[in-house]
Structure formats: C-alpha cells, structure tokens
C-alpha cells in the first residue's frame, strides 16, 4: 500500500476484512452524524479516531450522507456534511431545524412498519427506532379505538431453520439446483438465516462441499433432522466471516465465469447478479467479487471447469494462482 494509504489506516482502528454492509454503515451515520452536528467542525483524523474507522471509509460514509434527504431532493433537503481540507463541516440541515410534523395516517404508517419488522427473524427489541415508536405511541390516539392488526404469513421451512439454529441441530435438505434442474440431498448445520432482495437464505456449513454456502430458502423441499447436534460457535463464527464479504453491495466489482460439470456448484454457492445456461450446458454466472485473492481461490477449487469471460484482466488468474501454489512446494 502506498504511504497515504497506510496514514489513512492509521488515523482509525484496523480495517476489517471485506466490505461492510449497508446496515453496518447507516448504523454508524445514525451516530456519527448528531455527533458532527453538534461540533460543526473537526478534524477528519478525530472523527476516525473517535469512531474506530480508517480515513478511507470516513469519507466514502461521509460522502454517501451528503446525497441523502428528503424531496424535491434540492441542496437544502440533503444533510449538509462535507470534507475541506481535511476538515469534516456538519451544519444542522433545515429538515431538522423546525419540529417534524405528522398527519395520523402518517403516524399510524410508521407503527405499523415499524411492529412490522420486529416481527421478522432476527430482528431486535431494543433499538433507537423502538424506543422513538414507543414514544409515538403515547401521542397517538386510544389504540382501542384505532387498532392496526398486523399479520405476516409463516414459513414452516423458516421456523424449522430458526429452531434447528437455536438447538444447534444438524439437517438434512432436499435443495432444488435451477442450473442443473435437479434436486440433492445436502446435509447442513446453520450458521446464518437473513433476508435479501425478497428472498430469504440460510447460510450453512455444507458438508457435502465442506464450505460455508448460501441456500436459498423458498428452493428447500424439505427438512429432516438427523439427529446430531454441532458446534454453533463455530458455526456462526464462519458464517460472519462469510457474511462480512457483503455479496449483494453495488460497490463491488462483477466477474463473469464460465463453469461446466464439477464446477457447476459455483452458480449456486454464492448469490448471482446474472446466469445464462448455453447449448453446451456450461453456465456463464455474474457474480460480485471481494478480492482478487478472494476469486483466484474460487477459481482453483473450480479447477479446468471454471473460467473467466470478463473482465479481460482476471483470465490469467487461474495460471497465475497454480504456479504461485506450485512454488511454495518446491
């Protein structure tokens, strides 16, 4: 790394490994922002160092806030942080500076959202959000007599999955495989249950493939317990070091791969941006990658069945990987 690189490392805590969800970042702008605000102006190291960031992901959050707001989305709907020279300038944005106002039906909306959404798996009780609908809920009008009722289908295959997850149990899964029209048999021990983009996963230990992957719920056919309880510690360890990865963030660079036969189960370990099924019965599978290292690993498990298609310059990567390997062993 370059030495202004490695300064912006220094201003903050260690990076973590892999992108960062944008959960994680919002999560953070929810504290970092007031805390801004009410100092309205200070320096870029101080604020990483306040935080535990580096300076890169400072501004990159920082930068991300500053085209957030409200309509018509003009410059005073956006909240007003920017960076000079190596300054962070926060202003309270006009938005705030007058008591936000709510209709009923706007209150009632947001209630109900919220209620909502503590209800589906994973969810926490205790939250800013919570704590700030409680207090709406005192200024809203006698419940008795304008009740929201709030029903959510379930999802058999979802609770066995969250059970199995609480009880460390291990499982047995018919999964569906679009990409090779198929269904086989996987046992799984759950790391991991989250939703995305209207689908839900479980992200597992597989022992067929002996890696973490990504199994897509609605594609399950059926659930049976075999009986053996595992080590969720573990488990759950690798499934957040499988998780930081971020695959669905817009950041990251695409890769398109050709996989055939034995490296077929590439289209379906990791979640996809495209695939395309060609006469030929290879696959060409689009998905979002982390780190050069990241997919140079990917492609020697696929081995002489999984090549790259774009961009131009990862097609050496798989030489390139075997003959690193081959020399450590010389």
């Not at 959202?113 to 969810?123: C, D, H, I, N, T």
């Not at 046992?187 to 939703?195: A, E, N």
Request: charged share 30%.
């Amino acid at each position: 790394a370059s030495g202004k690189s490695a300064a912006k490392r220094k201003a903050g805590a260690p990076r973590r490994r892999g992108p960062r969800s944008a959960s994680d970042r919002v999560a953070g702008l929810l504290i970092i922002l007031p805390w801004l605000m009410k100092r309205k102006r200070v320096r870029l190291s101080t604020v990483a160092q306040q935080f535990r960031m580096s300076e890169e992901d400072l501004v990159a959050d920082l930068q991300m806030a500053a085209v957030c707001g409200v309509p018509p989305y003009t410059p005073d709907a956006l909240v007003d942080v920017f960076i000079d020279d190596g300054w962070v300038v926060a202003e309270i944005p006009k938005l705030f500076s007058r008591p936000l106002r709510l209709t009923s039906a706007e209150m009632y909306a947001i209630i109900a959202m919220v209620e909502a959404a503590q209800r589906l798996p994973g969810a926490t009780s205790r939250s800013a959000l919570t704590a700030a609908v409680t207090k709406l809920k005192r200024l809203a009008p006698d419940p008795d007599e304008t009740a929201v009722m709030i029903d959510l289908p379930k999802d058999p295959l979802l609770e066995e999955l969250q059970h199995a997850q609480r009880e460390s149990l291990e499982l047995r899964i018919a999964y569906f495989n679009p990409s090779r029209s198929e269904t086989s048999n996987r046992t799984i021990r759950v790391g991991k249950i989250f939703s995305e983009r209207g689908h839900w996963y479980v992200l597992a230990d597989d022992e067929k493939s002996g890696a973490m992957r990504n199994f897509r719920v609605d594609r399950i056919q059926s659930i049976d317990r075999t009986g053996k309880v595992y080590d969720q510690a573990d488990v759950a360890r690798r499934a957040e070091s499988e998780a930081d990865r971020d695959w669905f963030g817009d950041s990251l660079e695409t890769v398109t791969l050709r996989v055939r036969d034995d490296a077929s189960w590439i289209a379906e370990a990791y979640p996809t941006v495209s695939r395309t099924k060609n006469r030929d019965g290879s696959i060409d599978v689009t998905l979002r990658i982390t780190t050069e290292h990241w997919l140079s690993r990917l492609l020697l498990r696929g081995g002489r069945n999984a090549t790259v298609v774009s961009p131009a310059k990862y097609q050496g990567l798989t030489a390139a990987t075997a003959a690193a390997v081959r020399a450590k062993y010389r």
